[in-house]
């Protein structure tokens, strides 16, 4: 089982207790995490590490900074994966990163 493991505290920390600009920060990760989810599948398509370590990077950094600690954690192993030349990591956890990703749903 995997856990989103959300910090909204700090979420709203970093944007000065802004419900409204959470929300907006937070539909825009869907979208763009929707995007990046398609790369990663793409690029374990086509064996190819460096387009792994792109998406998950963008991904890792995205979700630092809404608090979003269990997609960082995932994201940051695939992309060490990928900066190790491997798919391995994201081949294997492309499933529990869109479970995860399917959570923010529910926020």
């Known amino acids: 089982m995997v856990d989103l493991q959300w910090n909204r505290d700090f979420a709203l920390e970093q944007v000065a207790d802004d419900e409204e600009l959470l929300d907006e920060l937070l539909a ?3 979208e763009s995490s929707a ?3 398609e790369l990663l ?3 374990v398509a086509a064996d190819d590490p460096d387009s ?3 998406a998950a990077h963008s991904l890792k950094g995205a979700s630092a900074s809404l ?8 994201a940051q192993a695939m992309e060490n994966d990928g900066r190790n030349g491997s798919v391995t990591v994201a081949s294997a956890r492309l499933s529990d990163l869109a479970l995860l ?7």
Do not use: M, N
């Open 41 to 43: 599948r793409q690029a």
């Open 28 to 30: 825009l990760f869907k």
């Open 101 to 107: 990703l399917a959570q923010l749903d529910t926020l």
């Open 35 to 37: 995007a990046d989810l």
């Open 67 to 74: 608090g979003l600690e269990g997609i960082r954690q995932l």
């Open 52 to 54: 792994v370590l792109r």
